[in-house]
């Protein structure tokens, strides 16, 4: 009895999650298939390390820090760009992407040089 009322649950959340998820704007949603993409990279990149070894051990942790460090810029992206978040609603999207480009590119120069 239990069961079926959690069930019920779950489909009212996932159905109310799609149709919030619907009125996302596609921008953001291009963003997000983004920061999807990054973790699923570094989530690879894990596993072939646990199933094959680490023995370059320093690009096992570039690439991981790559991913995770492009993921969490990117999420700063998509928050910034959101037109319903209030705190930067002065900043314009253009801004925002240039600071996205610039920290990426720091943070890539920085993994590039612990490559060694």
Do not use: W
């Amino acid at each position: 009895m239990g069961r079926s009322a959690t069930t019920k649950d779950a489909q009212a959340l996932f159905h109310s999650l799609r149709t919030a998820y619907a009125a996302t704007p596609n921008n953001l949603k291009i963003i997000d298939l983004y920061i999807v993409f990054a973790v699923v990279t570094a989530v690879i990149q894990v596993v072939y390390m646990a199933i094959v070894g680490s023995f370059p051990f320093n690009s096992f942790l570039s690439g991981v820090l790559s991913c995770v460090g492009t993921a969490v810029l990117a999420v700063s992206l998509r928050i910034q760009v959101n037109k319903e978040n209030k705190e930067f609603k002065d900043l314009p999207p253009e801004r925002a992407f240039a600071d996205f480009v610039l920290c990426n590119l720091v943070l890539h120069l920085v993994i590039m040089n612990f490559l060694g």
